[in-house]
C-alpha cells in the first residue's frame, strides 16, 4: 500500500473528496515530521510511537568496490509498534 492508496481509503470511510482526504493525511504526517524534527516522540495510543534515534559512527563498504567508508554519526527516526497494532497484524481483534 502506497500513499495514494492510504489518501483513497481515508477520503473512502471519511466521505472526503480525494484532495480533503491528501491535505488531512499530509497534514498528519507533517505534524509527525515536526514533532520528531523538533526531537520529540510522538505516541498514539494503540497504534505506537514515533521517536528520533542517535546511530553511532561507524566503518561502512561500498558493495560495488568493496571500499572502506566512515559513515558519521547521525540521527534516524524510528517506529515502536503498540499493542492495537501488534493484535490486528496478529489477526486478534
Known amino acids: ?49 514515533f521517536e528520533v534515534r542517535k546511530r553511532k559512527a561507524r566503518l561502512g563498504k561500498v558493495p560495488r568496490t568493496g571500499q572502506r567508508v566512515r559513515i558519521p554519526e547521525h540521527l534516524t527516526p524510528a517506529f515502536i509498534a503498540g499493542v492495537g497494532l501488534k493484535g490486528k497484524v496478529e489477526g486478534k481483534k
Do not use: P, Y
Request: aromatic share 6%.
Open 1 to 49: 500500500m502506497n500513499k495514494a492508496a492510504v489518501v483513497n481509503d481515508v477520503a473512502r470511510e471519511e466521505s472526503l473528496s480525494f484532495a480533503r482526504a491528501e491535505k488531512v493525511v499530509n497534514s498528519f504526517l507533517g505534524v509527525i515530521a515536526r514533532g520528531l524534527a523538533n526531537g520529540e516522540r510522538v505516541t498514539i495510543t494503540g497504534f505506537g510511537t
